[in-house]
């Protein structure tokens, strides 16, 4: 049997779990009440469940879907979370115990950072080695430079740009935005490589004339990635720039960083300096994001079994 894994750094499943989700992230420790209470209030304010859980799900059985009509094995897709149940040690141990013979790595994420993706595939290994399970696994390699993964984009992109008035449209600029990381040259490399690839990618389809890259989320203290994505907004106001629309690259679902980041933050200020905005959408649990997937799943086992067979 095919196991893929599909990865994620977390995906509470009700406000209860909030209290364990933040003190796993922070190593153990119990995040001050005062703090907790904000975030609580944040997730309170989208008026739904957390995306993340509800889409990753529904992800999970639409591709396992897919795939069982392709391969003559059976196909299981299973989640796994960075910070919540079901960890990755939990769900590699599941998967050995129902009989996966080969396991494939896929992260939500498309843009490869050791701490994240890497770290990720790291843990697979260590849990079949701790298991001496004798199961294959194959990685995905360079999801970002999938031309359906483009192409979901360009989707989004496209429509969130079409959106704005025609007044505006022209002097618009797109903002293409990750995570910050802590600038250490060694571990940022391949990051913001792929951040840079994927963004060129999306533009030269779509011919856009103004875009930018920038960065979301970085902490108060150290030396981070940039520009942030707020300053890139300010300093578009004064050189009379019209309209704005954003687009994460590595939030292919939003959590609730992302959808608050690059949407209500960048929203309102937009509105503030009197600018149009737009943001394209997240690709969630989308039909064409689901077919990318598998299509992309396909394309690397058959990879996989080509180079063991020449």
Known sequence: MI????????????????????????????????????????????????????ATDRQARGLQQVLNQYFDQ???VYNAYAHTHPFVDETVRQMVEDGVTTIVTLSITPIFSKNGIGAF?????????????????????????????????????????????????????????VHSQPVNPEMNEIYVQQFEELAEAIA????LPNWQLAHRSAAPHGEWLGPDVLDVI?????????????????????????????????????HELGLEFAQAEFLGDSFDFVMALANIVIESIELENVAQYS
């Open 234 to 270: 300010r300093m578009e106001a004064e050189q009379g720039t019209k309209g704005i629309v954003t687009c994460d690259l590595l939030a292919m679902v939003a959590d609730i960083e992302s959808y608050f980041e690059i949407g209500q933050e960048c929203r309102d200020l937009c």
């Open 3 to 54: 196991g893929v894994i599909h990865y994620a750094y977390g995906a509470p499943k009700s406000l209860d779990e909030l209290g364990d989700y933040f003190s796993h992230i922070m190593q153990g420790k119990t995040p001050p009440s005062q703090v907790l209470d904000g975030l609580t209030k944040r997730y309170r304010s989208l008026g739904t469940c957390d995306p993340m859980s509800a």
């Open 121 to 177: 595939r790291v843990k697979v290994r260590d849990i079949l080695d701790e298991l001496e399970a004798d199961v294959e696994v194959v990685d995905i390699e360079n999801l970002h430079q999938h031309h359906d993964l483009v192409s979901a984009l360009v989707n989004r992109v496209e429509h969130a740009t079409r959106w704005l008035p025609a007044d505006a449209r022209l002097e618009t600029k797109v903002l293409f935005t």
């Open 74 to 76: 059976a196909v299981r």
């Open 204 to 207: 030269n389809q779509l011919q």
